[in-house]
């Protein structure tokens, strides 16, 4: 079993449609981190996160470090949207920056 | 600032030759990663720095990979000898001391025939 798992894989919406997408994780962390990558293959960091929630813009990021699960929440999506979406947690134990990656989730949001 | 900035973006070579890969970190960050993106593996750590110094090279196999960052500015990850399995993207990312934000480089595609 991965360490990070990230549900669905595959997510088609309609745009304006509201999009969630889920991580589960095993292990005690000390932060977890919310990435995009587009079609073009560059990364990009919306989150970290290590207690609560965090938005930015029609983005919105919570996490519940008892359950072990963060979702990343999309209002009001749009073809641009359209991405592979990543979840990675650092672990808490021995202060390593090390991440571990769930496989990501791709999204395509259709006009 | 530029970014994270690597090169080649792309490299074609055959099994057997030597492969460097070069990064230059955002100034002023003081960690460095290489990670490694395959369809099957997904994104992993290879290699970590803190101030230049490896800090966890746990995920880089050692008989044919190594890993410098002979000043704060510059890294290169070399593999030799390259095999088809090391085809991938390789990504450099960096980030400062007290803050979480990586930021990724656009990735080094390597293709080993």
């Known amino acids: 079993k991965n360490e990070v798992e990230q549900s669905p894989q595959n997510l088609t919406a309609q745009e304006g449609e509201f999009i969630t997408i889920n991580c589960s994780y095993s292990v005690g962390i000390s932060a977890l981190h919310w990435l995009q990558q587009h079609p073009g293959g560059g990364i990009v960091s919306l989150f970290m996160l290590s207690s609560g929630k965090k938005k930015h813009g029609r983005l919105i990021a919570t996490i519940n470090i008892q359950e072990k699960h963060s979702s990343l929440h999309i209002t009001a999506s749009h073809p641009r949207d359209s991405a592979v979406y990543i979840c990675a947690v650092r672990s808490a134990q021995g202060g390593s920056e090390k991440l571990v990656f769930g496989k990501g989730t791709k999204l395509t949001v259709n006009p | 600032d530029a970014g994270v900035i690597q090169s080649p973006r792309h490299e074609v070579t055959e099994m057997g030759q030597e492969v460097t890969l070069r990064c230059k970190p955002i100034?002023?960050?003081?960690?460095l990663f290489w990670y490694r993106q395959t369809m099957m593996q997904g994104l992993e750590l290879l290699v970590y720095?803190?101030?230049?110094?490896?800090?966890?090279d746990s995920g880089m196999p050692k008989d044919r990979f190594s890993a410098k960052m002979p000043n704060a500015s510059f890294s290169t990850l070399k593999i030799q000898p390259s095999e088809p399995r090391d085809s991938a993207v390789y990504f450099c990312a960096s980030k400062r001391l007290y803050t979480g934000e990586l930021f990724f480089g656009e990735g080094s595609r390597l293709t080993v025939l």
């Open positions: 100034s002023g960050h003081d960690y």
């Open positions: 720095f803190n101030n230049k110094a490896v800090m966890d």
